[in-house]
């Protein structure tokens, strides 16, 4: 269960290997503050809050009345208590069910935040267009499947075979590039005020790095996650095998892709 996973690297989660949350997180922000400074009594959700750090961004950056964050993850969740102001109301459940805890049009802004390789657009968009107040703001961050895919098809292309990256890859919510990003947005009704591709280059210069970057920033959490019947033993034999067939390739380069749009439902 992506749940259990996300409840193992809890902890670890907010050490961000190469900073590329931190980075999407400023990016996005940006996005928002851009158009809402001047609001006042903001009423927000995050529909997977993790640790809490983008509620937190926004706290400290807008005026809110409520923030509510959802997340599947008590790990997680935990975390963001910690973190967030304790008038903020945090769910443990599926964003898929958010309509049971709020009420329809009460929200100005929606957050969707490395969220869509879990749950498909269409239950996730269909739900927050019907929570926006008319005029509210949607914000997506999404890894796009191309993302670290040159990876896996050039010099990665055994190991990742093996344990079946690509596939994995393909699973999921996340869209193929940027462009079907926005697409997706428009069908659903969604304005597109502000969008941005951030494209960062990172270097796996020995496994030490493939760890940081699998099991913090919460891939291998994913990978398995969505395996329930791999057991851990399983996971760790997987990892000590990419980590011998990998030894001759350092550094390996790739690029990670991340989409980054902000809509608005029409008035
Ligand atoms: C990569 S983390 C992103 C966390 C946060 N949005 C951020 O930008 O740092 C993915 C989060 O989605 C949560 N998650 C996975 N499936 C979910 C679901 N169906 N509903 C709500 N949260 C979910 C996980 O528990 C995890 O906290």
């Given at each position: 269960?992506?749940?259990?996973?996300?409840?193992?690297?809890?902890?670890?989660?907010?050490?961000?290997?190469?900073?590329?949350?931190?980075?999407?997180?400023?990016?996005a922000v940006g996005q928002i503050v851009a158009v809402l400074s001047d609001a006042l009594d903001l009423d927000v959700a995050d529909l997977a809050v993790g640790t809490g750090n983008t509620l937190d961004a926004l706290y400290r950056r807008l005026s809110l009345c409520t923030a509510t964050g959802f997340d599947v993850s008590t790990g997680m969740?935990?975390?963001?208590?910690?973190?967030?102001?304790?008038?903020t109301r945090l769910i443990h459940d599926s964003a898929a069910n958010v309509e049971d805890h709020l009420a329809p049009a009460s929200l100005d802004l929606v957050l969707c935040h490395f969220l869509l390789r879990y749950l498909e657009p269409q239950v996730v968009l269909s739900r927050a267009y019907r929570l926006l107040k008319p005029g509210g703001y949607f914000s997506l961050v999404t890894s796009t499947q191309r993302s670290l895919l040159e990876t896996y098809t050039g010099r990665f292309e055994k190991t990742g075979r093996l344990l079946g990256v690509r596939a994995q890859i393909a699973k999921g919510g996340n869209p193929l590039d940027h462009a079907s990003s926005i697409e997706m947005l428009q069908q659903y009704g969604i304005e597109i005020i502000t969008d941005n591709l951030y494209r960062e280059g990172v270097?796996?210069?020995?496994?030490?790095?493939?760890?940081?970057?699998?099991f913090e920033s919460g891939w291998a959490a994913e990978f398995?996650?969505?395996?329930?019947?791999?057991?851990?033993g399983f996971t760790w034999t997987a990892f000590a095998l990419a980590e011998v067939l990998m030894r001759p390739l350092y550094p390996v380069h790739a690029t990670s892709e991340i989409s980054i749009v902000l809509g608005r439902k029409p008035s």
């Open positions: 269960m992506v749940s259990h996973a996300y409840d193992r690297i809890a902890d670890s989660y907010d050490e961000d290997w190469c900073g590329l949350y931190a980075e999407s997180r400023r990016r969740l935990r975390k963001a208590f910690g973190k967030l102001p304790k008038r270097t796996f210069r020995s496994f030490d790095d493939v760890r940081a970057w699998a398995f996650g969505q395996r329930p019947s791999l057991r851990t």
